[in-house]
């Protein structure tokens, strides 16, 4: 009944239009209420709330969230979006996947699907419309296609994720995720695929790959900071943590003297945005660290896995359950707070069931994925309709088919865990 209570609280206060930080927060501090007095209640949840924040994987975070502001501001997207339309200008419709290619690359850099929607809408409509591709199609390719860089490193909800699991390593988590990010992204092509002949849409120019040096040359220096991070954080020469201070450095250095494109004077306010965007992340970690504890004094994590696993001994009859309920959760909770409150409640039922945690955190965030670009409360949907300036009803149809090629992929993860685990094998991870 208290985990009911709890929940009930959550969905009120949600319902409210609260925003989730206080949402979890007042959700939290009201169940223990109904059963304690005043000032340990709220004391408890106020220490939940810091040492939940008292780790040193999060500090990379505030680092990689800078890091995407220094790139977004900098000129990456721009020569990244230059660089796909230079390799793929022969295909139908080649600006749908050069949208695609160019999210893939720059979420790698930023490590967030709203800085990609974001910056990669931003040039990239443009260009759609003069090459007479409906706004519509481009506006739900940019929304679909700006989720790969969460499962594509550097991620900071898998760092979320590395937190809320009790442990698991940083480093295999974002080696594991180019296996189904990368899926996702070929997916998405073969939609693109079905979409470009149903609309009859036609290649580009071919001259346009005569601009391939220069333009390759343009853009190499962008795609160094993924081998710079990921090399260092592979070879052991960093932590993860350690390779977010390397990217704020070397996109500073790009930005400033490399492209030219950001000045000393642009600083301060690339600061503040940067520290606005961690504020809104932190507080839901530390108010969903509050939140998750109250559901571990509910023994609400134990309730779930013993119905679970009565359901079923079939581990993939329970991730099926576990994915049909995130996918619900994702319709209406942001990514951040979904991860906190859920992995200790289906972690234990997976590990129980003999499922890999790497592999489970790529199922989550995968299903996450799909309600980032769900209504009511999909962030990078409404981030996508902003930037393209255009109704929702407009954009479904077409998002329905990129939906059916992020369902598929997730399916297929589910079901072959070497997908994710493959990798951080080889590696040793």
Not at 27 to 54: E, H, I, K
Not at 143 to 162: K, Q, R
Not at 400 to 412: F, K, R, S, W
Request: proline share 6%.
């Amino acid at each position: 009944m208290s985990g009911l209570l709890l929940l009930g609280f959550l969905g009120v206060f949600l319902v409210l239009g609260l925003p989730i930080g206080f949402a979890v927060g007042l959700a939290s501090a009201a169940s223990l209420l109904l059963r304690l007095p005043a000032d340990p209640a709220l004391t408890t949840v106020a220490q939940r709330m810091a040492t939940g924040l008292d780790s040193f994987s999060l500090l990379a975070i505030p680092f990689f969230v800078l890091a995407g502001e220094v790139m977004n501001r900098g000129g990456v997207a721009r020569r990244l979006v230059d660089l796909g339309q230079v390799l793929l200008a022969r295909l139908p419709g080649s600006m749908l996947y050069v949208n695609v290619a160019a999210c893939i690359l720059f979420g790698a850099i930023s490590g967030s699907a709203v800085a990609a929607a974001a910056a990669v809408g931003g040039f990239m409509l443009p260009l759609l419309e003069a090459r007479r591709i409906r706004l519509e199609d481009g506006a739900a390719v940019n929304i679909a296609a700006s989720t790969t860089g969460l499962l594509i490193p550097p991620s900071n909800v898998l760092i979320v994720y590395s937190l809320a699991s009790g442990g698991v390593s940083i480093a295999a988590l974002f080696v594991a995720g180019y296996g189904p990010g990368l899926l996702l992204g070929m997916l998405l092509t073969v939609a693109i695929a079905i979409l470009a002949k149903h609309r009859g849409y036609a290649a580009s120019a071919a001259e346009e790959g005569s601009a391939l040096l220069p333009t390759l040359l343009s853009a190499l220096p962008a795609l160094g900071l993924i081998v710079v991070v990921m090399g260092g954080i592979v070879s052991g020469i960093f932590t993860a943590t350690e390779a977010s201070g390397v990217a704020v450095v070397y996109a500073l250095a790009l930005a400033l003297f490399g492209y030219r494109e950001l000045r000393l004077q642009d600083l301060p306010k690339l600061f503040t945005d940067a520290a606005c965007t961690t504020g809104v992340v932190l507080l839901l970690v530390a108010t969903s660290m509050a939140l998750s504890w109250v559901m571990a004094f509910d023994r609400l994590p134990q309730l779930v896995a013993s119905s679970l696993l009565g359901l079923a001994d079939s581990p993939a009859l329970v991730l099926l359950v576990i994915n049909v309920v995130l996918l619900l959760v994702g319709t209406f909770l942001d990514m951040t707070p979904a991860v906190l409150i859920f992995v200790p409640i289906f972690l234990p039922v997976a590990t129980e069931l003999g499922i890999d945690p790497i592999h489970f955190g790529m199922i989550m965030v995968l299903n996450l994925c799909v309600g980032l670009c769900t209504p009511p409360v999909g962030t990078v949907l409404f981030v996508g309709l902003g930037v393209a300036r255009i109704p929702l009803l407009r954009v479904l149809p077409p998002l329905l088919l990129l939906y059916g090629a992020m369902i598929l992929a997730l399916v297929l993860t589910t079901l072959f865990p070497e997908i994710s685990l493959w990798l951080p094998r080889q590696l040793g991870l």
